[in-house]
């Protein structure tokens, strides 16, 4: 089964409000990345967060890690129709003797002009 | 700096028919990984070239699937015989690190190529 699942599945939010996407995983991690994909195309890395730090921005962005609580969201501020697409979270999971890159189910985002 | 070039984009096949995938990484990239995508879902890796080794191929179904990457760079992966349940969509992504290291293993994807089995 999949390291990551998101929640909430699917969103939708008026242009200009907050839009908040959250990760849980289920084993120790070496760092968590987010990505994005429109429809129809490949995904696109948006920021990384190492196991040993809490908080992240970048523009827009902000991500924040809780390793204790193995959960990490992501916030989109000020949203634009642009935002609409899938996010991802990936992590870089320790799993059965490796680590392995593994994404979660993803947040479908609709923003809406 | 050119990203991740895959081809074709997309590709229509009769179930029972070979198909092959073709990737060309980021110049400079050592690994390289190839996902399948199902409609809705995550992507979900097959296999992990750390140069031309493959590293991780736990998930790749090898009685239909396999994959090679001759001299470390360009990488094929090949379905024969094809099921309808192949339909998905093969993404190719390319990093400069390995999984495990200090966080630099950002991985860069190609646009994918969108498969469909009749």
């Known amino acids: 089964s999949q390291q990551g699942e998101e929640d909430p599945q699917a969103l939708s939010i008026q242009e200009g409000e907050n839009a908040t996407m959250n990760c849980s995983y289920k084993?120790?991690?070496?760092?968590l990345q987010w990505y994005r994909q429109n429809s129809g195309r490949g995904l696109v890395h948006l920021i990384l967060?190492?196991?040993?730090?809490r908080e992240k921005h970048s523009g827009r962005l902000r991500v924040t890690l809780d390793t204790s609580k193995k959960s990490s969201s992501l916030l989109i501020t000020a949203s634009r129709a642009a935002d609409t697409a899938s996010y991802f979270c990936?992590?870089?999971?320790?799993?059965?003797?490796?680590?392995?890159?593994?994404f979660g189910t993803g947040t479908r985002l609709k923003v809406l002009a | 700096e050119a990203g991740v070039v895959q081809s074709p984009r997309y590709k229509i096949i009769e179930k029972k028919q070979p198909v092959a995938f073709w990737c060309n990484p980021i110049?400079?990239?050592?690994?390289l990984y190839w996902y399948r995508q199902n409609l809705g879902q995550g992507p979900e890796l097959l296999i992990r070239?750390?140069?031309?080794?493959?590293?991780?191929d736990s998930q790749l179904p090898k009685d239909r699937f396999s994959a090679e990457r001759l001299k470390g760079v360009d990488s094929t992966l090949k379905i024969q015989p094809a099921e309808l349940g192949d339909s998905a969509v093969y993404l190719c992504?390319?990093?400069?690190?390995?999984?495990?290291?200090?966080?630099?293993?950002?991985?860069?994807f190609g646009p994918g190529t969108r498969l469909t089995v009749l």
């Open positions: 070239y750390e140069n031309e080794e493959a590293v991780d």
């Open positions: 992504a390319s990093s400069l690190d390995q999984s495990g290291t200090s966080g630099t293993n950002t991985q860069y």
């Open positions: 967060i190492r196991s040993n730090e």
């Open positions: 990936a992590t870089d999971a320790f799993v059965s003797g490796t680590y392995k890159y593994i």
């Open positions: 110049s400079g990239h050592n690994t």
């Open positions: 084993t120790s991690i070496n760092n």
